[in-house]
């Protein structure tokens, strides 16, 4: 009989994308983040990230937003400022998946929204540190207004292979 090994479910934590005053228009990018998936590791890992959960809060006078957007995750930092409109070549060829968030993936009210996806898995290789860039393709943007403090975040859980 063969037996598999058990691999428990980790978890990134909760990341910030874009932060409160943080503008990000149609087609822009968010600034890059770094989250280590090593556990305090030295060694790199592999895994697969299995889900996502995507959160907006609203601190400020503005509406709460169904954000569609595109989650880019690269296992080299791409250096993205807030509100930059492209990737470098160099950039683009670091990209490892692409996860998509419509505004029908969102569940919202007056204090905050989710968006859970879970049928987009995302096999990583070796590395240390996995880093995300979110692009805002929503005609509204993030912070596009006096008196937004919009946030966006995210979360998600990973099997770790080595």
Same mark, same amino acid.
């Given at each position: 009989?063969?037996? /598999? @090994?058990?691999?428990?479910?980790?978890? /990134?934590?909760?990341?910030?994308? =874009? +932060?409160?005053?943080?503008?990000?228009?149609?087609?822009?990018?968010?600034?890059?983040?770094?989250?280590? =998936?090593?556990?305090?590791?030295?060694? @790199?890992?592999?895994?697969?990230?299995?889900? !996502?959960? !995507?959160?907006?809060? #609203?601190?400020?006078?503005?509406?709460?937003?169904?954000?569609? +957007?595109?989650?880019?995750?690269?296992?080299?930092?791409?250096?993205?400022?807030? +509100?930059?409109?492209?990737?470098?070549?160099?950039?683009?060829?670091?990209?490892?998946?692409?996860? #998509?968030?419509?505004?029908?993936?969102?569940?919202?009210?007056?204090? +905050?929204?989710?968006?859970?996806?879970?049928?987009? @898995?995302? @096999? !990583?290789?070796?590395?240390?540190?996995?880093?995300?860039?979110?692009?805002?393709?929503?005609?509204?943007?993030?912070?596009?207004?006096?008196?937004?403090?919009?946030? /966006? #975040?995210?979360?998600?859980? !990973? /099997?770790?292979?080595?």
């Amino acid at each position: 009989m063969l037996y /598999l @090994p058990v691999h428990p479910i980790q978890e /990134l934590g909760l990341t910030e994308l =874009v +932060g409160i005053d943080e503008k990000v228009d149609q087609n822009d990018y968010s600034g890059s983040v770094g989250v280590s =998936v090593a556990s305090g590791s030295d060694q @790199p890992v592999s895994g697969e990230i299995m889900s !996502f959960a !995507f959160y907006a809060t #609203e601190d400020g006078t503005g509406a709460v937003q169904d954000s569609a +957007g595109e989650l880019y995750i690269l296992d080299a930092d791409p250096a993205v400022a807030s +509100g930059d409109t492209a990737l470098s070549a160099a950039e683009w060829v670091t990209v490892i998946a692409k996860v #998509e968030v419509t505004a029908a993936d969102w569940t919202t009210d007056t204090a +905050g929204g989710v968006a859970y996806i879970y049928d987009t @898995p995302v @096999p !990583f290789h070796n590395v240390k540190t996995l880093y995300f860039v979110w692009k805002q393709t929503d005609a509204t943007g993030l912070n596009d207004a006096a008196g937004d403090d919009e946030q /966006l #975040e995210f979360n998600a859980w !990973f /099997l770790r292979y080595s």
